[in-house]
């Protein structure tokens, strides 16, 4: 599988991400812009959207019944050199399965994930999947 993003800057606060028909505002502001995602958002927003993914994929495999999905992400960066010191999530999952189920989920989730996977072996990347 190849993906493809094209990006452009717009202006001094911004810029755009485009890929299919989708389009994406960035911040590129040095001092931020509070309408668009700035790099380490993207990250994280990306991870977020892995997990969920992830979990659509497996669920039908696992037969594990579900009515939600939500993911909570949080990045600590490091200055020096700049990084994602680490990155901590919950996903809750809307469901009546037992704990040895949300487990097994939880499990395919790390390890099926393309972007959690990319992220996880240069990150310190923590986190559960409970039930809400």
């Known amino acids: 599988m190849q993906f493809h993003v094209t990006s452009k800057w717009v202006n001094g606060r911004s810029s755009v991400s485009h890929c299919k028909n989708a389009e994406i505002s ?5 001092d931020g812009n509070q309408d668009a995602f700035n790099p380490a958002e993207l ?3 990306a991870l977020s959207a892995c997990m969920i993914k992830g979990i659509m994929r497996v669920s039908p495999m696992l037969d594990f019944k579900l009515t939600g999905i939500e993911v909570v992400v949080s990045g600590v960066r490091q200055d020096v ?3 994602m010191e680490s990155i901590d999530y919950e996903i809750i999952v809307d469901t009546d399965e037992s704990d ?4 097994l989920l ?7 994930g393309t972007v959690f996977n990319t992220v996880s072996a240069g990150t310190n990347l923590n986190g559960v999947l409970r039930r809400r």
């Open 43 to 45: 990250l994280l927003g």
């Open 81 to 83: 050199p700049p990084k």
């Open 100 to 103: 040895d189920r949300l487990e």
């Open 106 to 112: 939880h499990k395919n989730v790390k390890k099926y």
């Open 26 to 30: 960035l911040d590129t502001a040095l």
